[in-house]
């Protein structure tokens, strides 16, 4: 699958670079008309097509994300208590 997302790698093949031009042709022609969208009953075109699918894009990579769990960081402090190991001068 093709990352689309801005600042994606460049593609280095040629059949990668056909697989956008297809793909950008059949956004194209998408947004030339009224479509619905996982059996929705709002019709989607053009601009507000747009922000339809950045927002599905959005959702899709902040689930795919691995967010690291916050750390616990405890410190105990030192006690100090007169054994055989302690130097009295």
Known sequence: MIDHRPGAE??????????LRRDAARYRWLRDRAVRLQGSDVWWQGGC??????TGLN???????????PRRVTRNARKLTKGKNQHHD
């Open 10 to 19: 460049v593609p280095e093949t040629a059949d990668e670079l056909a697989a």
């Open 59 to 69: 959702h899709i990579h902040a689930e795919c994300t691995v967010e690291p769990e």
């Open 49 to 54: 097509l747009d922000l339809r699918v950045d």
